[in-house]
């Protein structure tokens, strides 16, 4: 069983900036596809960005050039910078991992609002 914990959520005003981590409990961590995914009330979860084992990313258009995703795999954790932050980004952000044989794991979510 992999576990995935978030952090780093929290309330942060229009144009701020927060950094969401995922530590993955489980080991072969480099070889795991990692995204961040959001879910607004009312709304159905969508994408936000992915990497891949080999360091390939995959934006929403909606958040290009404002988020970064990265992974540092000596600590099996994936990394979600936030710039510029506006309303429409409140959300719960989770974690996901994708294993090559096919499973996924989800994180438990972490509250991000974007609000004056």
């Known amino acids: 069983q992999v576990q995935l914990v978030e952090s780093g959520g929290g309330l942060v005003q229009p144009e701020g900036s927060l950094r969401l981590s995922c530590v993955v409990s489980?080991?072969?961590?480099?070889?795991?596809?990692m995204g961040w995914y959001r879910q607004a009330p009312g709304k159905q979860r969508e994408l936000v960005v992915t990497i891949n084992s080999g360091g390939s990313t995959n934006y929403a258009d909606s958040v290009k050039g404002r988020f970064t995703i990265s992974r540092d795999n000596a600590k099996n954790t994936v990394y979600l910078q936030m710039n510029s932050l506006k309303p429409e980004d409140t959300a719960v952000y989770y974690c996901?991992?994708?294993?090559?044989?096919?499973?996924?794991?989800w994180g438990q979510g972490t509250q991000v609002t974007v609000s004056s």
């Open positions: 996901k991992v994708s294993t090559p044989w096919g499973t996924e794991y």
């Open positions: 489980r080991r072969l961590f480099n070889i795991y596809t």
